[in-house]
């Protein structure tokens, strides 16, 4: 008998061992570090927004016109990228920008909708942030330009309704996709209202009792992360208020992440 329970707690122990190790090493990409993974330069804002004398929100035309604008899909997208399939080796020399260049355009063909693949090496560089100071132009030149936000795959989506249930299964989702790929690339749109049409990049979340928090890279204030709002009981997302939105209720939808979007 004593055999016996000797026996059934050495299997209960290493069972035990065996969850633990499970726990501590899921099958997932390396979590996403803010203010590391992301980009220090931001997409400009073509307009500027403030409350009027009445309370409204309105908007006007930036003078002089920015440089580099309409670009949140791509910027989002790119550190998206980097996260997956580049690696900085800060103990080996750097090189010119055209070579940079290359390893930039290397990185921007790889598709988010695959799995592993080997790295792109970038030497003299810790991480994304401090390479894309560095090297904005190079950055800018070579990741793409603003029509792959208008022609994204995934744009025919907003047009169609976007249910309560839909919204609360898209926020489990998101954090599944997560823990598992360290970040999920989102759409973020108020359609038919235009006042909001963004793409961000999750990168963390907390549960508390009635809402999900995500925490965001967002392409047009790379300085500070951000924090998106879900409310279970409306089953409703709700983005903060920024420079370009004055905050409130919105849809949103995972992107680069399968055949139809």
Not at 154 to 176: D, H, I, K, S, Y
Not at 225 to 243: A, H, N, Y
């Amino acid at each position: 008998m004593l055999r016996q329970i000797r026996f059934l707690f050495f299997w209960l122990t290493i069972l035990g061992a065996i969850d633990l190790f499970a726990d501590e090493t899921y099958a997932g990409l390396r979590p996403f570090q803010f203010r590391k993974d992301s980009i220090a330069f931001p997409n400009e804002l073509k307009w500027e927004y403030g409350f009027d004398d009445r309370g409204r929100w309105v908007g006007h035309k930036r003078k002089p016109a920015p440089e580099y604008s309409l670009h949140c899909f791509v910027l989002a997208r790119t550190a998206a990228q980097f996260h997956r399939f580049a690696e900085f080796h800060p103990e080996l020399p750097k090189t010119d920008a055209a070579t940079y260049g290359r390893l930039v355009q290397e990185v921007s063909k790889r598709n988010l909708r695959e799995g592993e693949m080997p790295p792109v090496i970038f030497p003299g560089y810790t991480n994304l942030f401090q390479f894309s100071a560095d090297h904005e132009r190079t950055l800018k030149a070579a990741a793409g330009g603003a029509r792959q936000s208008y022609f994204q795959r995934g744009n025919w989506r907003m047009v169609f309704p976007f249910t309560r249930r839909n919204q609360e299964r898209t926020a489990t989702r998101l954090v599944e996709a997560i823990q598992q790929d360290g970040e999920a690339l989102v759409h973020v749109v108020r359609f038919p209202r235009l006042d909001l049409n963004h793409a961000v990049l999750l990168f963390g979340f907390e549960k508390r009792p009635n809402t999900i928090s995500f925490f965001f890279y967002d392409p047009n204030s790379p300085q500070e992360s951000r924090e998106l709002v879900f409310d279970r009981e409306k089953r409703q997302f709700i983005f903060p208020r920024t420079d370009y939105f004055q905050g409130g209720p919105v849809n949103l939808y995972r992107i680069y992440s399968s055949w139809c979007y």
